[in-house]
């Protein structure tokens, strides 16, 4: 009898919180993800504001005792009321097996817990699977802001989530 296969398991995808010694690993992704930069100052300054729940870090769960690389990251903030997601990027090579979905699903839980009424964002234009990303869960573009982004020069879409 033919052996059956077994269907390839999901990776198990394990977010935690950011701390400063990941943030050499952060800024490569950032530098190989083409973001507007950050850098590692204004990505301290970020954890030393208290803002650590909604600044997360994913791995891809091994079964080696070395530990995981770094897979992506989702920075946020709480402002006024509202959340505003900063920046998201997932390393090249981990892309497309939902690792950004949940990172942007866990921001968006976190945001439900403190009663946020609606979350916000800005994207260049071009980025398609940025924007397929935010769509899939649920974003809608609201507006357009004129050259917004330098190096290049582009438009960036204003998307939002109501979460109230
Ligand atoms: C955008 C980004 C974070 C997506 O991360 P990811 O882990 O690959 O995304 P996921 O695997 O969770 O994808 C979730 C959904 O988003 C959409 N999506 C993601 N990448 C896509 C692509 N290249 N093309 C089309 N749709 C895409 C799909 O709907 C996908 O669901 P599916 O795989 O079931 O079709 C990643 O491409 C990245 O780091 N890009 C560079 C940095 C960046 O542009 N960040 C956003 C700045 S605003």
Same mark, same amino acid.
Do not use: C
């Given at each position: 009898?033919?052996?059956?296969?077994?269907?390839?398991?999901?990776?198990?995808?394990?977010?935690?919180?950011?701390?400063?010694?990941?943030?050499?690993?952060?800024?490569?992704?950032?530098?190989?993800?083409?973001?507007?930069?950050?850098?590692?100052?204004?990505?301290?300054?970020?954890?030393?504001?208290?803002?650590?729940?909604?600044?997360?870090?994913?791995?891809?769960?091994?079964?080696?005792?070395?530990?995981?690389?770094?897979?992506?990251?989702?920075?946020?903030?709480?402002?006024?009321?509202?959340?505003?997601?900063?920046?998201?990027? *997932?390393?090249? /090579?981990? @892309? #497309? =097996?939902?690792?950004? &979905? $949940?990172?942007?699903?866990? *921001?968006?839980? /976190?945001? @439900? #817990? =403190?009663?946020?009424? &609606? $979350?916000?964002l800005e994207v260049r234009?071009?980025n398609?699977?940025a924007q397929?990303?935010y769509?899939?869960?649920?974003?809608?573009?609201?507006?357009?802001?004129?050259?917004?982004?330098?190096?290049?020069?582009?438009?960036a879409v204003?998307m939002?989530?109501?979460?109230?």
């Amino acid at each position: 009898m033919a052996e059956q296969r077994k269907a390839p398991s999901r990776d198990e995808i394990i977010i935690t919180r950011m701390s400063e010694h990941d943030l050499l690993e952060i800024v490569e992704i950032e530098e190989q993800s083409g973001l507007s930069k950050w850098g590692w100052a204004a990505y301290y300054a970020e954890l030393q504001s208290g803002n650590r729940d909604l600044m997360l870090i994913a791995r891809v769960a091994r079964s080696s005792i070395i530990e995981s690389p770094i897979a992506g990251y989702i920075v946020a903030r709480e402002t006024a009321g509202e959340l505003h997601i900063n920046n998201v990027a *997932v390393r090249s /090579e981990y @892309r #497309r =097996r939902g690792i950004g &979905a $949940a990172l942007l699903d866990r *921001v968006i839980a /976190e945001a @439900r #817990r =403190r009663k946020v009424n &609606a $979350a916000f964002l800005e994207v260049r234009s071009a980025n398609q699977p940025a924007q397929a990303l935010y769509e899939k869960s649920g974003f809608k573009a609201i507006a357009r802001r004129a050259n917004y982004y330098s190096e290049p020069q582009e438009d960036a879409v204003v998307m939002s989530l109501v979460l109230g």
